[in-house]
């Protein structure tokens, strides 16, 4: 299978639940639209992350908040929430760690954060940079493998649902036109204070 980025931004809508009618009568939360090809285990890792989902949170026209969701192959997964509040904005960053063993992943740090007005002015031009809003699939002749990571984006404003998932982008990123996403990703990381290695930037 040839994929990099796909991309599904939803209005609010009623929708049945991605993993199926019949799980959704049994409690099942809904984080991302049908469709979405990893939808399973992302909702599964959040899920274990004690994440809630921003796609059912998009009926509140007064929500504002940004997800990066990080899968590598050989690293601890690492979900970071960025989102407005009454009281200012503020952030989550939960680390899970996966093995053969451990296919879902165990969260073994989590703290809250407070982020500055300066650092949402930055978040909010990097996602312009990137033109998230309106970003689709980009074409490439990479062959998808078993490595590598998937970058997951989320956000929602203005009652408005929207999603990006890219495996690798930092590989071949010049080429394939995912320099901004990029960043936007750093970015994630930096405001949360989570520090890596080259060879663990992936």
């Known amino acids: 299978m040839i994929r990099t980025c796909v991309a599904f931004q939803f ?6 639940c991605a993993f199926g ?4 009568q ?14 399973s285990w992302y909702s599964r890792v ?5 994440e809630p989902s921003l796609f059912e949170r998009k009926a509140d026209p007064r929500a504002m908040a940004y997800r990066f969701l990080w899968l590598r192959s050989s690293h601890d997964w690492i979900a970071v929430r960025l989102e407005e509040t009454p009281t200012g904005a503020k952030g989550r960053v ?26 949402w002015k930055t978040l909010e031009d990097k996602l ?3 033109g998230f809003w309106g970003m689709s699939s980009p074409h490439s002749n990479l062959d998808i493998g078993l490595g590598g990571s998937q970058w997951v984006v989320e956000g ?5 649902y929207h999603v990006v998932d890219c495996w ?3 590989l071949d990123s010049k080429e394939r036109h995912l320099e901004a996403f990029v960043e936007l990703g750093k970015f994630f990381l930096e405001v949360a204070n989570v520090s890596v290695s080259r060879k663990e930037f992936y």
């Open 11 to 16: 209005v609010t809508v009623l929708t049945l």
């Open 94 to 119: 939960v680390r899970s760690r996966h093995g053969n063993d451990n296919p879902w992943g165990s969260v073994v740090e989590e703290r809250d954060f407070v982020i500055s007005p300066g650092e």
């Open 26 to 39: 049994a409690g099942w939360v809904q984080y991302f639209p049908d469709g979405l090809s990893g939808n």
């Open 128 to 130: 312009s940079w990137t």
């Open 46 to 50: 959040l899920d274990g992350m004690n």
């Open 168 to 170: 690798t982008p930092p």
């Open 156 to 160: 929602i404003r203005d009652g408005h």
């Open 21 to 24: 009618a019949s799980e959704a």
